[in-house]
């Protein structure tokens, strides 16, 4: 009759203790949070066929040089193009190839650029060249805001 009565008792402790446990839970926020709000997973896409160059061309006080002319020279074929730089000093040159070495070079009334090389191992679809023309020691440099007309 004693296992009865413990049986019982244990029986009813376990109905008690299912009971707290579901009302615990009513009240507690979940510990797992469904986000449904997941950002989106970019679809790959084609990778480009081709890729652009474009920049600025400044003198040795980092001001845009305008009418300032950029050459890009195919490694392969030495095709040279050119691009007139406007009132910013900004360029572009799109439709390059991935498998091909181009050289940029920029011109300013007397003073050249150093030459800046793009590697056909670059793979970046847009690079970005400063090109900046420097004066020679002891010489110097013209002004940026001097009209054609001007006689000096």
Known sequence: MKRLV???ICGGATVMLA???QDSTATKPPEVFLDNHRPLVEKKGK??????VNGQVVDDSGTPLENAVVTLTDGK???KRTFFTKKDGRYNFEDLSFTVDYKLQARWKA???DS????QYDRAPKIVRILQVATPEGKPAPTATAKKDDPK
Request: charge should be positive; proline fraction near 5%.
């Open 6 to 8: 413990l049986v019982a």
């Open 19 to 21: 009971q707290q446990r």
């Open 47 to 52: 990778a480009p066929t081709s890729r652009t």
């Open 77 to 79: 074929s030495n095709e």
């Open 111 to 113: 003073l050249v650029s």
């Open 116 to 119: 800046r090389n793009l590697s």
